[in-house]
C-alpha cells in the first residue's frame, strides 16, 4: 500500500441527498457529479451513450447513471430513492437521490433520514415552488441544518444574475423559519457542469456563464462540510444492547451493540435500568479486546462505533435495555410523538401495533391522532376532527402507549435518539416512522 493509498483510506465519509420538485435535473446533476468525478465504470458510460442515441439526445443524458429501475427509465421520473457512492481526493460520498413527486414523500423521508446535507434542486425558470417548501419542511423535520440550494438550469435563464438572486433571497427566508442555520445557494448548469464540480464550465463565447458569481462550486461546498457524527457526539452517552455476549469457560461477559449518542471511555460509570451502575472496565471492538494494556483508541468509544462493553460489576441485563451515562431519560408507557406514515393501511386511532425503539421491540397501541399536518399550510393542518387516521406520506401527531415503560426522549441529532418504527402485528409491514415529540407545530 503506498502513501498516497493509505491517505484515501482515512477520507471521512459525508452522506447527502438530493431533492426538489419533478424535472428538476436531479437525476442529471448526480449523473454528472458522478461522471464529472471519474466514479463512473466504463460498461456503465457505454450503456448511457447507447441509450442516449436511442432517445435522439446529442449528448450524454446523464440522468440514465441513476435512473436504473426500468418504470423510471420508461416514464423518465425518479420513484424510489437511489444510492450511489462516489469519491474525490478530499473524501467519499453516500448520495440518496430521492423523488421529486408528492406521492413519494416517504421515500424522500428515508433518503433524508440518514444524510448529513441535502442538495436541493430548483428550476431557475420556476424558482421556489410547493414541492421545494414540502422538502425543506422535512429536512427541518429530521433535524437537518444544512442545506444547498442548486438552482438549476441556469443556462435556460441566460445565466440571470437577478433571477438567481431571487431565488436565494427567498431561500434564505424561508430556511430561517425552519430553523435551518447553514443554507448556501449555488447558480448551476447540471447539463453544462456550471458550479457543479468546477466553476465556469461555459466555455468562453458560448454564452454568459455565471462569472458574477464568485462563490464555491456545490462539490467544494460538499468538500468543505464538516463531517462527523453530527450533534450525536454532543449528548449524553446513549447505548442499546443488541447482544449479551458470555464464554462461561473464560468467564467473559459484555454487552454488544452501537453508540447511539456521546461518548464513554474505560473507568467512566454508566447507569442501567432500575437505577444500577457500574464502571466500564474494557471496549472490546472487532480488533480485539480492550481494557488494561489496550491501545489509546480502544479506550474510549463515540457515536456510530460498535463496540462490546465488560462492566467491573454483574447486572442482569438482556437485549434492549438501554445504558446511559449523564442524565437518563425517564421511563415512561404513554408520550406524545410525530409519525410518518409508510404504507396504504391507515393508522387509526385504538390500532394496537409492535414498536421497535432502539433494539426494544414492544406491544404499542395509538391511543389517539391528533393532528394531520399539511405541511404546505399549517392553516390547512386538520385538527380536532373524529376519527383522524394516518395514510401512506402523511405527517401526524399522536400519542403511544406501550405495554411496558420505555427510556423515551425527544427526537434529536438525526435519529441518534428519539425515533421509532411502527409496525404491522400481522403482516410484519413497518406502518410509520415516528420522531418523540411533535414537531413542525
Known amino acids: 500500500m503506498t502513501a498516497d493509498d493509505r491517505v484515501f483510506d482515512d477520507r471521512a465519509t459525508l452522506r447527502l441527498c438530493t431533492a426538489g420538485s419533478v424535472d428538476d435535473g436531479k437525476s442529471t446533476f448526480v449523473g454528472r457529479l458522478l461522471h464529472d468525478t471519474k466514479s463512473v465504470l466504463a460498461d456503465q458510460l457505454a450503456a448511457v451513450e447507447h441509450t442516449s442515441a436511442e432517445r435522439g439526445f446529442s449528448g450524454l443524458d446523464l440522468s440514465l447513471l441513476v435512473d436504473g429501475l426500468r418504470a423510471e427509465r420508461e416514464q423518465g421520473i425518479t420513484i424510489d430513492v437511489a444510492y450511489r457512492y462516489f469519491a474525490t481526493p478530499t473524501r467519499t460520498f453516500i448520495l440518496a437521490d430521492t423523488p421529486g413527486h408528492v406521492q413519494y414523500t416517504r421515500n424522500t423521508v428515508t433518503g433524508m433520514s440518514t444524510s448529513q446535507v441535502v442538495v436541493l434542486l430548483v428550476d431557475a425558470r420556476n424558482g421556489v415552488v410547493e414541492q421545494t417548501l414540502r422538502h425543506l419542511t422535512v429536512a427541518s423535520l429530521l433535524g437537518i441544518r444544512t442545506v444547498i440550494l442548486a438552482v438549476n438550469k441556469m443556462d435556460l435563464v441566460d445565466y440571470s444574475e437577478d433571477v438567481f438572486t431571487a431565488i436565494r433571497t427567498e431561500f434564505a427566508t424561508r430556511c430561517a423559519q425552519l430553523g435551518i442555520t447553514d443554507a448556501y445557494a449555488v447558480p448551476i448548469s447540471a447539463k453544462t457542469g456550471e458550479n457543479v464540480t468546477d466553476q465556469s464550465a461555459v466555455p468562453t463565447g458560448e454564452a454568459p456563464g455565471t462569472s458574477w458569481y464568485d462563490g464555491p462550486s456545490v462539490l467544494e461546498l460538499l468538500e468543505s462540510i464538516p463531517v462527523h457524527a453530527g450533534r450525536a457526539l454532543d449528548l449524553d452517552?446513549?447505548?442499546?444492547?443488541?447482544?449479551?455476549?458470555?464464554?462461561?469457560?473464560?468467564?467473559?461477559?459484555?454487552?454488544?451493540?452501537?453508540?447511539?449518542?456521546?461518548?464513554?471511555?474505560?473507568?467512566?460509570?454508566?447507569?442501567?435500568?432500575?437505577?444500577?451502575?457500574?464502571?466500564?472496565?474494557?471496549?472490546?471492538?472487532?480488533?480485539?479486546?480492550?481494557?488494561?494494556?489496550?491501545?489509546?483508541?480502544?479506550?474510549?468509544?463515540?457515536?456510530?462505533?460498535?463496540?462490546?462493553?465488560?462492566?467491573?460489576?454483574?447486572?442482569?441485563?438482556?437485549?434492549?435495555?438501554?445504558?446511559t451515562a449523564g442524565t437518563r431519560p425517564e421511563e415512561v408507557r404513554e408520550f406524545a410523538a410525530t409519525v410518518v406514515g409508510l404504507t396504504d393501511?391507515?393508522?387509526?386511532?385504538?390500532?394496537?401495533?409492535?414498536?421497535?425503539?432502539?433494539?426494544?421491540?414492544?406491544?404499542?397501541?395509538?391511543?389517539?391522532?391528533?393532528?394531520?399536518?399539511?405541511?404546505?399550510?399549517?392553516?390547512?393542518?386538520?385538527?380536532?376532527?373524529?376519527?383522524?387516521?394516518?395514510?401512506?406520506?402523511?405527517?401526524?401527531?399522536?400519542?403511544?402507549?406501550?405495554?411496558?415503560?420505555?427510556?423515551?426522549?425527544?427526537?434529536?441529532?438525526?435519529?441518534?435518539?428519539?425515533?421509532?418504527?411502527?409496525?404491522?402485528?400481522?403482516?410484519?409491514?413497518?406502518?410509520?416512522?415516528?420522531?418523540?415529540?411533535?414537531?413542525l407545530r
Open 237 to 323: 452517552f446513549r447505548f442499546h444492547i443488541q447482544y449479551v455476549l458470555r464464554d462461561h469457560a473464560s468467564d467473559y461477559r459484555a454487552y454488544a451493540g452501537r453508540v447511539s449518542a456521546g461518548s464513554i471511555a474505560v473507568g467512566e460509570t454508566i447507569t442501567a435500568p432500575g437505577g444500577r451502575t457500574a464502571t466500564v472496565v474494557a471496549i472490546d471492538t472487532s480488533d480485539g479486546l480492550g481494557g488494561a494494556g489496550a491501545a489509546d483508541e480502544a479506550q474510549r468509544a463515540q457515536a456510530g462505533d460498535s463496540v462490546a462493553l465488560r462492566l467491573d460489576t454483574e447486572i442482569d441485563l438482556a437485549r434492549g435495555d438501554l445504558l
Open 345 to 439: 393501511t391507515p393508522l387509526t386511532t385504538g390500532k394496537t401495533v409492535k414498536l421497535r425503539y432502539g433494539t426494544s421491540l414492544v406491544r404499542a397501541r395509538v391511543v389517539s391522532v391528533d393532528r394531520i399536518v399539511d405541511i404546505d399550510s399549517p392553516e390547512a393542518d386538520r385538527v380536532g376532527e373524529a376519527e383522524l387516521s394516518v395514510g401512506l406520506n402523511d405527517i401526524a401527531h399522536v400519542r403511544i402507549q406501550t405495554a411496558q415503560e420505555l427510556p423515551v426522549e425527544p427526537y434529536e441529532a438525526r435519529g441518534a435518539v428519539g425515533n421509532f418504527l411502527l409496525i404491522d402485528q400481522a403482516s410484519g409491514d413497518t406502518l410509520a416512522a415516528g420522531f418523540v415529540g411533535t414537531r
